[in-house]
């Protein structure tokens, strides 16, 4: 049976024993970083493969040092441990890893000075975040300003915004929600940039959006100018400019590369995916599961023991 294990106070322990208490700040005010790391299961080659561990490690550093963190770690050590937990843990099937980078004194009083900072890793099994196809609802709450929680930076405090979104959509019948900025402007989903085709361009809102910096959304954005030829285009976009897109998709580490086939109860292209959309998801996935031997410097390998 698999174990998971975590990288906890410095060390490599059963996930079970990873235990933080009820004081620790970080729990109390939201005061962490994280990141989300997709280790997809390969059957053919019984190998886990690590989505862009080296570029999701960096993006930690950069979010914990916004809030004025110290990792603990080096970039190189954090991409060793996370090999380690997933052969360690032995799953085979696709796992989700969180590293983090928190206030772990156990101390009262909201601030980001003189408390003790940590960095823990833990990993889980993940199937798919939504479905294959979504239906998506405009949200009432909008999408966090860099002048209040910096939304280029992975804050767990920030996350309460994006439940909020998340929440309702799914009260109202959707699968995920869409946030539009303080400017009206459309932004991301509660965890996942949002891409359209439209006159032949793929086209997304740009960092001044208010969009985290998506890891996954480069990816993607590479392949359609590479692969496919399609210019690519970062600039505001309208809600009612999602309602005539020719195609809509999603994408983040949890939802992969999901198309969007309605939004707030509006047909989107044909109301299935597009011939873009499908030949991007073709590309990514096939690059996320060691396929692509063009991409394979963005997978790192992972061999559960128990496989051996």
Excluded at 203 to 211: E, K, M, Y
Excluded at 223 to 234: K, T
Aim: hydrophobic share 40%.
């Amino acid at each position: 049976m698999p174990t998971p294990y975590a990288y906890f106070q410095g060390g490599i322990v059963p996930l079970s024993e990873a235990k933080i208490g009820i004081m620790t700040h970080a729990f109390n005010y939201g005061t962490a970083v994280f990141e989300g790391i997709r280790g997809n299961w390969n059957e053919e080659a019984q190998t886990t493969y690590l989505f862009r561990t080296r570029e999701h490690m960096e993006r930690l550093g950069q979010s914990a040092h916004i809030l004025g963190m110290q990792m603990r770690d080096s970039v190189d050590k954090l991409c060793e441990i996370a090999v380690e937990l997933v052969e360690r843990s032995g799953f085979t099937e696709d796992v989700y890893l969180r590293p983090m980078v928190y206030l772990s004194g156990e101390v009262l009083g909201v601030r980001l000075h003189n408390v003790d900072v940590d960095t823990l890793i833990f990993l889980s099994p993940f199937p798919a975040y939504l479905p294959e196809t979504a239906r998506c609802h405009t949200s009432t709450w909008r999408r966090v300003q860099d002048t209040g929680i910096p939304p280029r930076a992975k804050v767990t405090g920030i996350y309460v915004n994006s439940a909020l979104a998340k929440t309702e959509a799914q009260a109202n019948g959707f699968d995920e929600a869409i946030m539009l900025n303080e400017n009206g402007h459309v932004s991301e989903g509660s965890g996942e940039n949002i891409f359209m085709i439209r006159h032949g361009q793929l086209i997304t809102p740009g960092p001044a959006d208010n969009v985290l910096e998506g890891i996954t959304a480069k990816s993607v954005m590479q392949m359609a100018a590479d692969d496919l030829g399609i210019e690519v285009v970062q600039r505001e976009i309208d809600r009612t400019e999602l309602y005539i897109a020719d195609e809509v998709f999603m994408t983040g580490t949890a939802a992969h590369l999901t198309p969007i086939v309605e939004i707030d109860r509006r047909t989107v292209g044909e109301g299935r995916p597009g011939p873009i959309t499908s030949q991007l998801s073709e590309l990514f996935y096939d690059a996320i599961r060691g396929r692509s031997e063009k991409y394979k410097s963005w997978c790192t390998p992972a061999r559960a023991r128990v496989a051996r």
